[in-house]
């Protein structure tokens, strides 16, 4: 077969499979309004995972993930002819089907996750139902950059923080040991002379660029075209450029510190620094995308070489180049596609009914919740919200109060919490005075031993106590023992978070109470209009050079719960406009 | 080559059997003669190793041959696929290629590099850090090196030391202690021997050390003997102790001092000072001046050589003093004083004869020494009106009862001329009268003593005290008392609080009077808080004032449990100290 001969490409010549026709359904703007039904369904949930997902610092670039998306799937579907609806359309429609029982389970387990791989999985199924295989290609892309707006479940974003923080901190002092600085690692925390704290936080351990930069190199990926190990190598480099980047800021912080004495961790330096950095690092990516087609681009058409020889690589190369114009998309009907089926509008009205009548009652969240209240109450805490002298339990001896101290207001979204007021309490027969301490706002679960281990605490004693109150209910607190090996303290931790009704909440997600009791107790708050998604944390924190004996253990519970009782007493009054 | 012998011959008859059996034999005999001599024949041997070697060696080059193929092929793709490359790519892929080299050199570099340089880089910067006195910097070095130290390395120890020395350097005594008893445990393992001879320097330098602690010291200065027999600090410091303290039989331990004293008498003159001590109580004065001397001549040159320097005079007294030369002592101290006039030599000279008085009062008792001890005594007081110890010795000698009444009222006469504008007498003397039951007095001698000295927050807080009680009316004189002047005392106490920082030793006695104050002006809050924070001091549980006055506070709040808990506790005292509680203040007043 000469060159001449060669087979034109099949897409342009083969005649288009034969397809029954799309139903037709009214012209007016009508004929849109089953599919705005089952969106309006989903929209509540969507607006509550956009919620959700602004509430982390990490995930605040989701709305560039829309956009992205948008212009993939906008460019995607150009000049493609005549689009024909998906042949299997009761595979679809049981896929649809399947989304909007996903819906309903999330709403009942108000889970925002499975609300948006529901919606994922619907959509794919509307546009295969609507375009068939070839539109669900072309678009393929664009609903896979989607899936970067849906957060891991089971909080692997929080462990992956966590892992992302240890290794930067590691490789830090492995940095600056080659340059020969004086450093002592306390778990994420670098110390540097002139006994200077750095703490690798979010912000230096570079979480917000690790999210930004994967999101822009899988753009790329999506954008190019690039073949699948091409994609790999990619986003495996940006995650190493990104662990590089932000092991060189922490460098670069401490470097300046001990060799020039510029303070590069705090304020405006501290901003243009990372701002340098992620510009930094995006140039990195793309140089990496451009090393990978240096060494790739044409490996595939190599093969082709050895296998069909120069002449006829160099054709196909020819008309590889020539876009195939396919004429100006045409559309078919959305009558034919799943969203049309009457059981389906039929479900998707009962499930807006039920969205929409739940988000009314604040079960689903459309905003974050206020925490303007409890704030307001809580500020108002002064050194006379506790008493002076608190009975230590033994009739004879009592703790006294030292001094009071507000500290500086923190980022909205620090793991430490907003805002926090400190008091601090000595005992005759204990060394060291002990740390009082009432953190603000948290909005679910905060687990502050793990805060703790971040520092270089050992933990080595975790239990949760959970007596009985007289009236029947529960109270919760967690007990903590840990060890410095750095400094060779003892560390004794005793915390409890409550919500803005000043009652306690259960323990961690793990030991939390069942799911169905859970759901009846929002519901019953709900319908009550009481919003508890607000929480304060108290805790106590004790230290010592000796191991803590269970008699002192014992007097810091006593202190803890009384402590936790008066400040109950004078948050409640505050809210009720007392003094508190 | 020997043709084989035929085994195959064709035997017949009857004795063909044995013939063949021969013939078998003769023939495997020359078969193993034949295979032994091939070993030998070298033509053989080496025909045979050149075939073998020829099979060896075409197996062997084969997969030569097809790697040799399989590198020119990839030879020929890589060159091929070089050819066909996109150099503009290569150009904007080179930021990210520097960037690959330069982590995977470092990644190499810090996988490759050994812990050992790094630790001898952190501990020579721990040296110049503590050279140039930056202890911050010296003790993060010191907590590098011990992340990077295995946990058997020798090393650790040392690195342990000089942090727990550099903490308490820094004031962070506690973590100090705590690394030093990880250090000098002597019950569980030898630990460091430096630590152990730090943890005996702290227990001899505590003046209140009792017999279980010296022993503790001992075992603390063998562990660290063990280690390093000759070690100087460790010998003087085993030598001193153990000629200072009473062995089992009721005698001071001379016997077993001297081995460890002479070890360390070259290079510590207290080792030879204490071996002069020795050797003088024995009647040795030969021994004695001979360990003596020398060191008497060379502080004697030192002080000559150096006029301006004060410490050579000091040591050079402190030696006389403990060689029982008090006139030396004495002398030397005069001559130091009216050279540099500082005041030090003022109460140095006031504790010689305070030793000198000690070492009276060791003698027997006649009237002469009685008559020379208060000489000492007020001689002692002459040179420092505020030397505590003569002081206490003055109240001891001039207690009433017993004979030489007569010098006593003599010396009495004395004291009450000098202490004209002496403070602290005037504070003993109100002390004195206080503990006698004459109030209006003792007032009278605090308040002189307040007007003299008032910035002395211990004269101001027993004056505060006194002004508090007021003084009973005495018997048949009904306007004799002296109303308490609850304002006044309050202004002062408030004064002292203000003043005296934090960490003063008798701040919670402050806080006990002022909490009192409040007590009977009946501002009951205050007064609790000042009680509770007072009951916190190091002395308190014994404090028999302290918890009459938390008895009535809890009472008067209505606290009956707690003053019910103090109740108790003060009666326990009171069994303990088997007397009853009398109005007398707190210690310090």
Known sequence: ??????????????????????????????????????????????????????????????????????????????????????????????????????????????????????????????????????????????????????????????????????????????????????????????????????????????????????????????????????????????????????????????????????????????????????????????????????????????????KKGRMVLSRMAEAQKKKIDLGLTRWPGMGGTWVYAKPIVGIAVLLCAANYSLAALGLIEVARPSDATMVQALDTLHLDSLPPVINAGDGATAWSRLKFEVAPERPRDDKLGQFTRYWWYKHPNVDEQVTLSCDYTFYNWHDLTLCYRLNGWQMTLDKTHRPKLPNGEEDVYVEALFYNPASGQQGYLLFSLLDENGRVQAGRPTDSETLIENRLRRLREALERRPTETRFQLQLFATAYHIISEQERNLYRQLFLQYRSYLTRSYLAARQGGKP | MTLPPRHHKHRRGWFAPIGRFFDRISYSWWRFRQRVRRVFDFRWLTTRLTLFGHYFMSGFRYPFYIIGWLLRQAWSMIAAWWQIRNFRFLIQGLPALLGIIFISVVAVYTALRSSEGLQELYQRQALDARLSGVKQKEQ????????????????????????????????????????????????????????????????????????????????????????????????????????????????????????????????????????????????????????????????????????????????????????????????????????????????????????????????????????????????????????????????????????????????????????????????????????????????????????????????????????????????????????????????????VIARTPKEHPFRFQFHGTRGTIYLRLGQLDKAREDLVFASQGPNAVNDQVLHQQLIELYRRLGLNNRAEAHRRILEDIYRRNNRETQGQPAETK
């Not at chain 2, 050079?316 to 002592?329: I, V």
């Open chain 1, 1 to 306: 077969m000469s060159i001449a001969e060669l087979p034109p490409t099949p897409e342009v010549l083969a005649p288009p499979p034969v397809q029954r026709a799309p139903r037709e359904v009214g012209s007016s703007w009508l004929k849109y309004l089953p599919a705005l039904i089952v969106l309006a369904a989903f929209l509540p949930m969507l607006v509550m995972h956009g919620v959700n997902l602004w509430s982390k610092p990490h995930y605040q670039f989701f709305p560039l993930v829309i956009i992205g998306s948008g212009a993939l799937a906008y460019f995607a579907v150009q000049r493609q002819g005549r689009i024909l609806p998906g042949r299997f359309q009761v595979a679809a429609l049981a896929l649809g089907f399947a989304s909007l029982m996903g819906l309903a389970a999330s709403a009942f387990l108000l889970s925002s996750f499975l609300a948006i791989v529901s919606f994922l999985v619907g959509l794919l199924a509307f546009i295969y139902s609507y375009g068939g295989w070839r539109l669900t290609k072309r678009l393929l892309p664009a609903w896979l950059f989607l899936w970067l707006a849906v957060p891991p479940p089971f909080n692997w974003d929080a462990d992956f923080i966590t892992w992302l923080k240890v290794v930067t901190a590691q490789w830090t002092s492995y940095v600056l040991d080659v340059f020969g600085i004086l450093h002592v690692m306390q778990g994420n925390t670098v110390i540097v002379p002139p006994y200077s704290k750095l703490l690798v936080e979010e912000a230096c351990s570079g979480i917000h660029s690790f999210f930004a930069i994967i999101t822009c190199a899988l753009f790329f990926v999506f954008w190019f075209g690039r073949p699948i190990l091409h994609a790999i190598l990619l986003l495996a480099g940006s995650v190493g450029w990104v662990l590089a980047a932000n092991c060189a800021r922490v460098v670069l912080i401490a470097v300046a510190q001990v060799r020039f004495g510029v303070d590069l961790a705090h304020g405006l330096r501290h901003d243009v620094l990372g701002m340098v950095i992620f510009l930094f690092l995006v140039g990195m990516v793309i140089s990496l995308d451009r090393l990978l087609c240096f060494l790739f681009n044409s490996t595939y058409s190599f093969m082709a070489l050895f």
């Open chain 2, 140 to 495: 993060l070095c010191y907590e590098r090196l011990l992340q990077l130290h295995y946990s058997t390395d020798p090393r650790r120890l040392e690195t342990q030391y000089g942090l727990a020395r550099v903490s308490m350097e820094m004031g962070n005594r506690q973590r100090a202690t705590f690394l030093l008893a990880e250090l000098a445990n002597p019950d569980t393992d030898q630990g460091f021997p430096l630590a152990h001879i730090e943890s005996a320097w702290a227990i001899w330098h505590n003046p209140q050390r009792r017999a279980k602690e010296l022993d503790l010291m001992e075992r603390h200065l063998r562990r660290a003997l063990s280690k390093q027999p000759d070690s100087p600090e460790a010998n003087s410091l085993m030598g001193i102790m153990l000629a200072n303290t009473y062995g089992p039989s009721g005698t001071l331990r001379h016997d077993e001092a001297i081995p460890f004293l002479l070890k360390s008498k070259q290079t510590d003159i207290n080792a030879r000072i204490t071996l002069a001590t020795i050797f003088k109580d024995r009647g040795d004065e030969q021994r004695a001046e001979l360990y003596a001397r020398p060191v008497l001549d060379y502080l004697l040159k030192l002080s000559a050589a150096n006029i301006d320097e004060i410490t050579y005079p000091l040591d050079l007294t402190t030696c006389y003093l403990k060689l029982n030369e008090f006139e030396k002592a004495i002398e030397t101290a005069e001559k130091a004083y009216r050279n540099k006039k500082s005041e030090l030599f003022r109460a140095m000279l006031s504790n010689c004869y305070v030793a000198w008085y000690r070492w009276l009062d060791k003698m027997p008792r006649n009237a002469l020494r009685e008559r020379q001890k208060l000489d000492v005594l007020l001689q002692s007081l002459d040179w420092d009106q505020t030397n505590v110890e003569a002081l206490s010795y003055f109240v001891n000698f001039m207690k009433p009862g017993g004979g030489f009444a007569n010098e006593r009222e003599d010396a009495h006469k004395v004291l009450l001329a000098l202490r004209g504008n002496n403070p602290y007498l005037h504070l003993w003397l109100g002390q004195k009268l206080f503990q006698e039951n004459k109030f209006e007095e003792a007032r009278q001698e605090w308040d002189m003593a307040y007007k003299l000295f008032p910035d002395s927050p211990i004269i101001a807080n027993n004056f505060a005290w006194i002004l508090t009680h007021g003084s009973p009316a005495k018997q048949n004189l009904p306007n004799s008392g002296v109303a308490p002047d609850l304002g006044r005392a309050e202004a002062i106490i408030n004064q």
